[in-house]
Protein backbone atom coordinates (compact mmCIF):
# COMPACT_ATOMS: atom_id res chain seq x y z
CA UNK A 1 0.00 0.00 0.00
CA UNK A 2 1.27 3.47 -0.63
CA UNK A 3 1.76 5.79 2.09
CA UNK A 4 0.32 8.88 2.79
CA UNK A 5 3.54 10.78 2.54
CA UNK A 6 4.58 9.97 -1.14
CA UNK A 7 3.69 10.50 -4.15
CA UNK A 8 3.03 8.44 -7.18
CA UNK A 9 3.46 9.54 -10.70
CA UNK A 10 -0.02 10.27 -12.15
CA UNK A 11 -1.70 7.93 -14.40
CA UNK A 12 -2.67 10.29 -17.48
CA UNK A 13 1.09 11.31 -18.16
CA UNK A 14 1.98 11.75 -21.61
CA UNK A 15 3.10 8.51 -23.20
CA UNK A 16 5.74 8.87 -25.62
CA UNK A 17 4.95 8.24 -29.19
CA UNK A 18 7.36 6.61 -31.42
CA UNK A 19 8.98 8.95 -34.03
CA UNK A 20 8.21 7.30 -37.07
CA UNK A 21 4.40 7.29 -36.13
CA UNK A 22 4.23 10.70 -37.79
CA UNK A 23 5.41 10.07 -41.28
CA UNK A 24 3.63 6.95 -41.58
CA UNK A 25 0.39 8.79 -41.41
CA UNK A 26 0.99 11.52 -43.58
CA UNK A 27 1.98 8.77 -46.19
CA UNK A 28 -0.84 7.20 -46.04
CA UNK A 29 -2.83 9.72 -46.22
CA UNK A 30 -0.97 10.58 -49.69
CA UNK A 31 -0.90 7.31 -51.07
CA UNK A 32 -4.36 7.35 -50.33
CA UNK A 33 -5.71 10.30 -52.03
CA UNK A 34 -3.33 8.93 -54.91
CA UNK A 35 -5.61 5.75 -55.17
CA UNK A 36 -8.52 7.69 -54.85
CA UNK A 37 -7.42 10.43 -57.76
CA UNK A 38 -6.36 7.47 -60.09
CA UNK A 39 -9.25 5.20 -59.66
CA UNK A 40 -11.52 8.88 -60.34
CA UNK A 41 -9.66 9.37 -63.59
CA UNK A 42 -10.05 5.61 -64.34
CA UNK A 43 -13.85 6.24 -64.46
CA UNK A 44 -13.28 8.85 -67.78
CA UNK A 45 -15.38 11.51 -66.22
CA UNK A 46 -14.78 13.77 -68.97
CA UNK A 47 -17.55 11.43 -70.74
CA UNK A 48 -19.62 11.50 -67.84
CA UNK A 49 -19.47 15.67 -67.56
CA UNK A 50 -19.29 18.41 -70.25
CA UNK A 51 -16.73 20.46 -68.48
CA UNK A 52 -18.21 23.71 -71.42
CA UNK A 53 -16.87 23.55 -74.95
CA UNK A 54 -13.91 21.79 -76.31
CA UNK A 55 -11.68 22.44 -78.56
CA UNK A 56 -11.58 21.00 -82.07
CA UNK A 57 -7.92 19.38 -83.19
CA UNK A 58 -7.31 21.47 -86.36
CA UNK A 59 -4.53 21.36 -88.89
CA UNK A 60 -1.32 23.41 -88.25
CA UNK A 61 -1.37 26.67 -90.89
CA UNK A 62 1.36 26.36 -93.22
CA UNK A 63 3.53 24.25 -95.44
CA UNK A 64 3.77 21.08 -94.27
CA UNK A 65 7.00 19.37 -95.23
CA UNK A 66 5.02 16.19 -96.80
CA UNK A 67 3.26 18.79 -98.82
CA UNK A 68 6.76 20.06 -99.98
CA UNK A 69 8.11 16.31 -100.82
CA UNK A 70 5.17 16.04 -103.14
CA UNK A 71 5.31 19.25 -104.87
CA UNK A 72 9.09 19.16 -106.05
CA UNK A 73 9.70 15.67 -105.88
CA UNK A 74 10.32 12.50 -103.58
CA UNK A 75 14.00 11.99 -103.31
CA UNK A 76 14.67 11.95 -99.54
CA UNK A 77 18.04 13.90 -98.83
CA UNK A 78 19.54 14.31 -95.56
CA UNK A 79 18.20 17.81 -94.33
CA UNK A 80 20.29 18.30 -91.77
CA UNK A 81 24.00 19.39 -92.00
CA UNK A 82 26.88 17.26 -90.66
CA UNK A 83 28.52 18.92 -87.87
CA UNK A 84 31.61 17.31 -87.19
CA UNK A 85 32.20 17.43 -91.21
CA UNK A 86 32.00 20.93 -90.67
CA UNK A 87 34.13 21.21 -87.61
CA UNK A 88 36.79 19.18 -89.28
CA UNK A 89 37.03 20.94 -92.44
CA UNK A 90 37.09 24.32 -90.03
CA UNK A 91 40.35 23.12 -87.87
CA UNK A 92 41.96 21.60 -90.69
CA UNK A 93 41.80 25.61 -92.95
CA UNK A 94 42.95 26.96 -89.38
CA UNK A 95 45.76 24.16 -88.89
CA UNK A 96 46.72 24.85 -92.85
CA UNK A 97 46.93 28.83 -92.11
CA UNK A 98 49.09 28.69 -89.13
CA UNK A 99 51.16 26.74 -91.29
CA UNK A 100 51.72 29.35 -93.74
CA UNK A 101 52.08 32.18 -91.28
CA UNK A 102 54.93 30.08 -89.83
CA UNK A 103 56.81 29.03 -93.35
CA UNK A 104 56.37 33.06 -94.15
CA UNK A 105 57.73 33.92 -90.37
CA UNK A 106 60.80 31.38 -91.43
CA UNK A 107 61.06 32.85 -94.85
CA UNK A 108 61.22 36.28 -93.29
CA UNK A 109 63.87 35.18 -90.53
CA UNK A 110 65.96 33.55 -93.90
CA UNK A 111 66.01 36.62 -95.85
CA UNK A 112 67.41 38.69 -93.09
CA UNK A 113 70.13 36.26 -92.13
CA UNK A 114 70.77 36.24 -95.53
CA UNK A 115 71.35 40.29 -95.48
CA UNK A 116 73.43 40.24 -92.68
CA UNK A 117 77.34 40.01 -93.04
CA UNK A 118 79.11 37.88 -91.54
CA UNK A 119 82.08 38.64 -89.49
CA UNK A 120 85.41 38.57 -90.62
CA UNK A 121 87.64 35.88 -89.43
CA UNK A 122 91.05 37.56 -88.97
CA UNK A 123 90.89 41.12 -86.29
CA UNK A 124 90.80 44.26 -87.32
CA UNK A 125 93.71 46.53 -88.01
CA UNK A 126 94.36 48.66 -84.89
CA UNK A 127 92.88 46.03 -82.83
CA UNK A 128 94.80 44.02 -80.42
CA UNK A 129 94.07 40.18 -80.81
CA UNK A 130 92.09 38.33 -78.33
CA UNK A 131 93.95 36.90 -75.57
CA UNK A 132 94.63 32.99 -75.57
CA UNK A 133 92.80 31.04 -72.42
CA UNK A 134 94.48 29.10 -70.87
CA UNK A 135 94.89 24.97 -72.00
CA UNK A 136 94.82 23.91 -68.26
CA UNK A 137 92.11 21.87 -66.66
CA UNK A 138 89.93 23.47 -63.94
CA UNK A 139 91.49 22.88 -60.40
CA UNK A 140 89.04 22.44 -56.86
CA UNK A 141 89.77 25.80 -54.98
CA UNK A 142 92.24 25.18 -51.66
CA UNK A 143 90.89 23.76 -49.00
CA UNK A 144 90.25 25.91 -45.92
CA UNK A 145 92.27 25.75 -42.71
CA UNK A 146 90.65 23.94 -40.03
Known amino acids: MAKAGTSAPPATANPRRPIWAGPLVTGF ?3 L ?32 LESLRLRFGEAEAEIRADLELQELQRQQQEQAKRQAEEAKRLEAE ?3 ADQLEPLPEQPLDGLPPAP ?3 DAAP ?8
Open 29 to 31: CFA
Open 33 to 64: AYGATQRLLGLNVGELIRFGNGFDVQVFPGTS
Open 110 to 112: LRQ
Open 132 to 134: ALP
Open 139 to 146: TAPPALPR
